[in-house]
C-alpha cells in the first residue's frame, strides 16, 4: 500500500541546535516533494520543494534533502529557535498533469530556550 | 485580500444539516483546490479546479460532497446531510498557474463539527 510517513512522536530540541525530520514514502513515484509549516489553528505554509533530480536545496536557516533510492527526504533546521516551533509537513507530487499534493501526518517540532 | 480567505472559520452543524464553506482564493490563481485534514493527520485531497474547470474530484468521500466555482474565482465546497464522521477542517489552497512544481497557498481553514 502506498505510505509517507512522518515521526509521529513530536520532536523536542533545544535552541540552537539543528533539528532534523524525517519522510519516508512507499510505493510512491514523486517529481517533487515540498515542505510546509503549519501553525496551530492555521493553514500550510509553503517552505522549499525539491525536484526529484535534485539531492539537496538551502534557504537560509533550511536545508532539504531528496534521496529517491532511500524513498526519504530530510527536513533540517539549523540554529533553531523557539518560534520555529510548528508542526512540518512534507507532500509529495506526482509527475502528472494536476498538481495534487500528497502529506504525510506532521512532525511537530518543539524548541525549546 | 493577499492572501486566500475562508468562510466561515467555524461551523457547527446538526446531523443531517447542509452546510455550504467558501473559499476566496488569491485574484488571477487558476488552480484551486480542496482538502480535508482530520485532527492530528496530513490534509487530504478532496477535489481540484483549473479555472473553472472541476478536473479532479477523486478525493470526494461520498456523492454528498460537491465542489463548485463557476466563475473560475470564488468556489464552495457543500455537504448534504451532514454525519459525524465529517468533522474536520476544511482547507482551500491556490495556485497562480496549472501544472506541477508550484507552491499552494493555503487559507486558514474552516472547522467543521457535526453533533
Known amino acids: 500500500s502506498q505510505k509517507i510517513e512522518q515521526n509521529s512522536e513530536a520532536l523536542n530540541i533545544q535552541e540552537g541546535k539543528t533539528a532534523t525530520l524525517t519522510c519516508n514514502y512507499t510505493n510512491y513515484s514523486p517529481a517533487y516533494l515540498q515542505w510546509y509549516r503549519q501553525d496551530p489553528g492555521r493553514g500550510p505554509v509553503f517552505l522549499l520543494l525539491i525536484r526529484e533530480n535534485e539531492k539537496e536545496k538551502r534557504k537560509e536557516r533550511l536545508k532539504v534533502t531528496f534521496d529517491t533510492t532511500l524513498k526519504q527526504s530530510l527536513f533540517h533546521i539549523t540554529a533553531s529557535q523557539p518560534p520555529d516551533s510548528a508542526t512540518y509537513l512534507c507532500?509529495?507530487?506526482?509527475?502528472?498533469?494536476?498538481?495534487?499534493?500528497?502529506f504525510g501526518t506532521g512532525t511537530r517540532l518543539l524548541v525549546s530556550p | 485580500g493577499a492572501g486566500v480567505s475562508q468562510s466561515p472559520r467555524y461551523k457547527v452543524a446538526k446531523r443531517g444539516q447542509d452546510v455550504a464553506l467558501r473559499c476566496d482564493p488569491i485574484s488571477g490563481h487558476v488552480s484551486l483546490f480542496w482538502y480535508q485534514q482530520a485532527l492530528g493527520q496530513g490534509p487530504e485531497f478532496l477535489t481540484y479546479?483549473?479555472?473553472?474547470?472541476?478536473?479532479?474530484k477523486s478525493g470526494l468521500p461520498s456523492d454528498r460532497f460537491f465542489a463548485e466555482r463557476p466563475e473560475g474565482s470564488v468556489s464552495t465546497l457543500k455537504i448534504q446531510r451532514t454525519q459525524q464522521e465529517d468533522s474536520a477542517v476544511y482547507l482551500c489552497?491556490?495556485?497562480?498557474?496549472?501544472?506541477?512544481?508550484?507552491?499552494?497557498?493555503f487559507g486558514q481553514g474552516t472547522r467543521l463539527t457535526v453533533v
Open positions: 489552497a491556490s495556485s497562480p498557474i496549472a501544472g506541477v512544481n508550484t507552491e499552494a497557498f
Open positions: 479546479f483549473q479555472n473553472e474547470a472541476q478536473l479532479d
Open positions: 507532500a509529495l507530487q506526482m509527475n502528472t498533469g494536476f498538481q495534487k499534493l500528497v
